[in-house]
């Protein structure tokens, strides 16, 4: 495997589930994020984590999770979701969190709730 | 705050013909600017960046000149072909350490 992946590529689940998404990054870098790509919207940045610490959370939802047990992985919790959140879910890496660094992306999960 | 606004899509041309897809930000001091792409099915790849005014950021054919005077990224290409159609995202940093703010996105489709 090479760059970023991310399992599983589409989820669909009801608002009383619990899912986990899962990314994965084979580039040696130590800073790590997840992104939310709705339709005709920005993309909104919700955490981000550098070696390992959460340095950023952008007002999210508690129903979103996140867990960084390394610098390779993360993921992203999900419970008690609603319709709103259906989207697609992106996770990005780089080496550092200057956001002159090049961030690499997944290609997303696509997730859509009941 | 930070922001990105770019033209509404989608645009749709013909191949060979030329593009031009609108950039225009708000930021706080002298930003570094970027073309992101997002080919279907697959995450977003930096396509080119600028990190200084008047800066041309290059490459696979698109080109894009950071304007502070109209604060503006315009990304152009002079003949688009069929694999080009994607959405294309311009984003900024900002010098005070801030995450990555995106416009909208473009979705641009070429037809053969």
């Known amino acids: 495997e090479t760059g970023v992946t991310q399992t599983p590529r589409h989820l669909v689940m009801g608002m009383t589930n619990k899912k986990s998404l899962k990314c994965e990054q084979h580039?040696?870098?130590?800073?790590m994020y997840w992104y939310k790509q709705s339709a005709k919207k920005p993309l909104e940045l919700m955490f981000v984590?550098?070696?390992?610490?959460?340095?950023e959370n952008n007002s999210v939802p508690s129903r979103f999770s996140p867990e960084c047990p390394n610098s390779s992985h993360l993921f992203l919790h999900l419970h008690t979701l609603q319709p709103e959140d259906s989207a697609l879910y992106l996770c990005a890496s780089s080496q550092g969190t200057d956001p002159y660094n090049e961030q690499f992306f997944g290609p997303g999960t696509r997730l859509t709730v009941l | 705050g930070n922001s990105v606004t770019q033209m509404e899509g989608p645009v749709t041309l013909s191949e060979e013909a030329f593009l031009t897809i609108n950039c225009t930000y708000t930021a706080t001091g002298y930003p570094s600017l970027f073309w992101y792409v997002q080919y279907p099915g697959e995450g977003l790849q930096l396509l080119l960046k600028a990190t200084k005014a008047d800066d041309k950021g290059s490459n696979k054919g698109f080109e894009a000149t950071y304007r502070k005077e109209t604060t503006s990224f315009h990304l152009e290409k002079g003949s688009v072909q069929v694999s080009d159609s994607a959405v294309y995202f311009c984003a900024l940093s900002d010098n005070a350490g801030n995450m990555l703010t995106f416009g909208g996105g473009t979705r641009l489709m070429v037809k053969p």
């Open positions: 984590y550098n070696f390992k610490e959460q340095t």
């Open positions: 580039l040696g870098h130590n800073a």
